[in-house]
């Protein structure tokens, strides 16, 4: 209970002479060691220490630091402390066996030393008992200090300062000394896996090594590196911020490590890997437990690198799908690694070279360090992705439009916004047109010229994409639009849809991939689309092969306004009206489609819209099953008919909704009139995709 007496009531009392006063009188002679003690500290102190060096220890304590230096043969050393309890202890310790320490009561912010005294100002703990916070009072305080380090220092001379690198502390540290043109250098200290469960710190601790060195005049140089655990080389970073970045990636990784070495759960835990010249994001890894494996020598752990453009797919974008990943290859630990846009990879041999080090870390702790750890992957390379268009939207935010591989021979195009960067919005597939005879040679040369510059040995850049290609619109790449178009079967007549007049409004537009659909294959139809974002009409346009025409018409506006305003002008206009729009809030349980979109006063809205015997086609996307639940309880006030068609391996939901009380259909009328309808649709001459199989889609529809 002593011990906890001594403990400050709130972090400003760290900076208070009178809290350590109370502290070191209460503790006694029992030494307090922050961060380690010599032996632990000196791979990295000692690179930075010279025998010869004057070295003032700044704060210190009752640490056994100094003595032990000493002991080792640094003998000019000074030490100040604010704190006279402590330094009259001192120096009572070490004045017969240790004759030339001294130990002085001084202020840190105030010191009495002439200028460039030292060669050395050592500091353990010190600057991050002084600077608790962020606020001004704690600022001003370390700025003092630093002013002091660098009054007393000589030219060549070091401030070498352990600490824990806290993001408010080294900013701080960094700023200052920066601006002061000083060389810049931070150490992480080697650290074994597991310490952290044997009681040691779970954050790693850093050495600020600061080198006061004169300034040329017109020198615009400065020195910023990092040196990381094992790691002797220093890599150096041209900006503050990323330096910064890479020390909080490091703090990030060995939080994750101590967490992995201390959980039972069986969640997935996820972190960034950074670029380590640049300091962007280069890999996501998520680490995944599997509980229900039993142990064996060969299933321990395995590092699963995901192909570039399937990191969104289920399998791998989900953390239930990463359970099942990890279920089915049958390793207790399963570290995933996705790729990130805007990164280079050479291959599937450089990403392994790269990452085995770093990875390694995240093993169990009871892992030989013999023991070979597999790398899994899909198809055996990585991918490739290529962006083609990146821009901004007032209304989402960055977003890219790539072109990705996928698992078989065909290309598709994305739109993929950042916020988001999980979750692909719109998605075609290319279709490559046949080259002309003067392409067919050119591609012969280009190929060529890359197997001559394989023979000679330089790099060959193989991962670009066909350049001849376009949007093939007769296939629907979104299992979600398959069900949705499906769902028109349930009209009446299904079989003289596509001839009839039918009109549709879509809310969303994203890629333009399911009006587009409905366009060309109900050959009388008349669709509007509202969008929110003009952005996306662009995207649409440009990149998508969407367009516009006299039965396909793009409103730019908020789709909630539209259907309230066109509900009290023109009800029962429509024979479908389908919802497939996603909610901006990610903090909500169901990001398709938002809130507003499903309450009951707007389902009114929407039902007045529609033709008696008219369908409401819904897509929705709810991980919260409670919140699911109530959203269906409220469809159903307003449409008695409902059904619900769950997309298979995919959060998707899709509702078909209708107001006529007529016979209910049973799930082999379904499937009839998907047959008569699938059977309308494929004409002569007119493209249709084999797989699109409209029976089987209805065959999993369920009344709800």
Sequence with gaps: MAELRLLPKCAEEFASAAYWERFFRGRGERAFEWYGEWEELRPTLGRYLRLRDSILVVGCGNSELSEQLYDVGYQDIANVDISEAVITQMRER????????????????QMD?????????LDKGTLDALLTDQEEAALSRARRMFSEVGRVLQFGGRYVCVSLAQAHVLKAAVDYFFQEGWMIRIHQLSSNRGDASKGKFALPIFVYVMTRIRHVPGSALHILELCAEKQDKPVRFNSIEHLIEAVKERQQYALLRSQLNKTSSSGSISLDLCNKDTGQARYLLHVVHNLAVKVSRDNQFAIFIIPQGRETEWLFGTEEGRKQLAASAGFRRLVTVALHRDQHYEGMEAIQAELSEKVMELAPPDLSAHQQVPFLSVGGDIGIRT???????????????EDVKGDDAH?????IFLSNRNVVQSEARLAPRTPHKGEMKGNKKHKKKKK??????????????PDNQSIDKSYLCCAHHRVMVAGLCLLKNPECLPEALIRVLVIGLGGGSLPLFIHDYFLQSCIDVVEIDPAVLDVATCWFGFSPGDRLKVHIADGLVYISSLAAKAPNTYDAIMFDVDSKDTALGMSCPPAAFVEETFLQKVRTLLKTEGIFILNLVCRDSILRDEVMAIIRKTFPLLYARRIEGEV????????QTRQKPTSVDLRGTAKILEKALRQPGRAWDSTYVLSDILEAVKLV
């Design 94 to 109: 070490s004045a017969r066996i240790r004759p030339k320490m001294s130990y002085l009561v001084m202020d840190v912010l």
């Design 113 to 121: 030393f002439p200028d460039e005294r030292f060669q050395v100002v």
């Design 387 to 401: 962006i083609q268009h990146r821009d901004t939207s007032t209304l989402s935010g960055e977003y890219v439009v």
């Design 411 to 415: 290309y598709f195009r994305r739109l």
């Design 452 to 465: 001559e510059k394989a023979a000679s040995g330089d790099p060959v850049k193989l991962t670009t994409l």
């Design 652 to 659: 998707n939901e899709i509702l078909f909704c209708q107001q």
